[in-house]
């Protein structure tokens, strides 16, 4: 997989901090690969932001805080999925994610590369 070129991620990473949150519920199979995942992928872009775990603990924490589901990956406030960010579907159960014409429980690589592209081609 291609990475960002190092001068192009470094004057990137000056401009902008990225925020990323992995909300999950305890007993999620794919909480934990969710957050390797996306460390995978901010170390092959050489980027240090780590995720910031957040612990759904009630369904009564799923609308206020927006859960589509465990894992839900944000960064800087948006979901990774583009067509996701529109749901109301917010509840305390299993989260799918649709890329590559299936779903899965994991967000691939690709998924999250992409968002973490455009957070950091976002002006802030």
Known sequence: MPGVEGNATESLR??????IEILYFDGCPN????????REVLQEMNLPDAPIEVRITDPAMAKPLRFLGSPTVRINGLDIEPGARDSDQFGFGCRTYFSEGRRSGLPTKELVL???????????
């Open 31 to 38: 909480h934990l690969p969710a957050v390797e995942r996306v």
């Open 14 to 19: 000056e401009v902008k901090t990225l925020k």
């Open 114 to 124: 992409s968002a973490i592209r455009d957070a950091l081609n976002t002006v802030p």
